[in-house]
T-cell receptor, first 110, second 115 residues
Framework: QQPVQSPQAVILREGEDAVINCSSS?????VHWYRQKHGEAPVFLMI?????EQKGHEKISASFNEKKQQSSLYLTASQLSYSGTYFC???????????FGTGTSLTVIP | GAGVSQSPSNKVTEKGKDVELRCDPI?????LYWYRQSLGQGLEFLIY????????KSGLPSDRFSAERTGGSVSTLTIQRTQQEDSAVYLC?????????????FGPGTRLTVL
């Protein structure tokens, strides 16, 4: 039930773009994205709901393909502060069953 | 404070001892989650509560692990007869209601070290 993320790790130079993917074998109701910096707790970025609704930070861009049970997080013009581990989380229904993905480590270098 | 709090922040124990980890969710949040994160690893789901009931305990690794929530608020995760493989950071998170469309707020975690 745990979604799979790709890539596992990516290194970017400041200003470059990146895409992080999240894939599930189950039909999804929503996909969530969180970022965790080293030694800190995960912080919410955004939620993408079945039907197209999105909630979250305006500067974050993501997509949700309901048919393929896939989501992608788009990080453009990366900044040093974007470094961290990104987790997707998936809800299979409108209840509270929720599973985080395997994580993607993102490092932005000057 | 207004956030999720966890105690203790660090716990060092000897193999075979029992430990209790506490989580105070944000007031009014009905959903509460426990996760385990080993060094450099992802977030392993353990259990979640809706109110005081736990509809999904499927993530608990063994019968040494148990959790309860009282008054729709504070939750305690208990690990009996701790083993070295239990060493990890235990994170608690809460959300307003249905997590499917509400964000989770995480506590700072409890770092458990089993010697």
């Amino acid at each position: 039930q745990q979604p799979v993320q790709s890539p596992q790790a990516v290194i970017l130079r400041e200003g470059e773009d990146a895409v992080i993917n999240c894939s599930s074998s189950k039909a999804l109701y929503s996909v969530h994205w969180y970022r965790q910096k080293h030694g800190e707790a995960p912080v919410f970025l955004m939620i993408l709901l079945k039907g197209g609704e999105q909630k979250g930070h305006e500067k974050i861009s993501a997509s949700f393909n309901e048919k393929k049970q896939q989501s992608s997080l788009y990080l453009t013009a990366s900044q040093l502060s974007y470094s961290g581990t990104y987790f997707c989380g998936t809800a299979l229904n409108t209840g509270n069953q929720f599973y985080f993905g395997t994580g993607t480590s993102l490092t932005v270098i000057p | 404070g207004a956030g999720v709090s966890q105690s203790p922040s660090n716990k060092v124990t000897e193999k075979g001892k029992d430990v209790e980890l506490r989580c105070d969710p944000i007031s009014g949040h009905t959903a509460l989650y426990w996760y385990r994160q080993s060094l450099g690893q992802g977030l392993e789901f353990l259990i979640y509560f809706q109110g005081n009931s736990a509809p999904d305990k499927s993530g608990l690794p063994s019968d040494r692990f148990s959790a309860e929530r009282t008054g729709g608020s504070v939750s305690t995760l208990t690990i009996q007869r701790t083993q070295q493989e239990d060493s990890a950071v235990y994170l608690c998170a809460s959300s307003v209601s249905k997590t499917s469309y509400n964000e989770q707020f995480f506590g700072p975690g409890t770092r458990l070290t089993v010697l």
